[in-house]
């Protein structure tokens, strides 16, 4: 059985950090993009940082560049999200998505999600 478990979310003060982990279970992590997802409230899922598994190229996107590291250990199938310097505005569920493409922020190439983690920073 594919499984993803995010974890690490939470309520912290703008300017703070948070890390959010996701585990992943029934798959071959190492031949998987992973990446993270967000979803505010009333708005759509956008793509936040996916990291592929060749070469294991970083992309991010353009409102997270800077602040947010996306890292993943092979060993321990598990894909980091590093929040730094957070935002009212980062205030979402953060999802963790695994896909086969290569290197794709397309939240369409990704078949497998998490049930979601809840991030709420407060001004």
């Known amino acids: 059985q594919v499984q993803l478990v995010e974890s690490g979310g939470g309520s912290v003060q703008a300017g703070q950090s948070i890390r959010l982990s996701c585990v992943a279970s029934?798959?071959?992590?190492?031949?998987?993009?992973m990446g993270w997802f967000r979803q505010a409230p009333g708005k759509g899922r956008e793509f936040v940082s996916a990291?592929?598994?060749?070469?294991?190229?970083?992309d991010y996107a353009d409102s997270v560049k800077g602040r947010f590291t996306i890292s993943r250990d092979n060993a321990q199938n598990t894909v980091y999200l590093q929040m730094n310097t957070l935002k009212p505005e980062d205030t979402a569920v953060y999802y963790c998505?695994?896909?086969?493409?290569?290197?794709?922020?397309?939240?369409?190439?990704?078949?497998?999600w998490g049930q979601g983690t809840q991030v709420t920073v407060s001004s």
């Open positions: 990291s592929s598994w060749l070469h294991g190229r970083a």
């Open positions: 029934g798959l071959p992590f190492g031949e998987y993009t």
């Open positions: 998505a695994a896909s086969l493409v290569v290197r794709t922020v397309d939240q369409s190439e990704y078949k497998t």
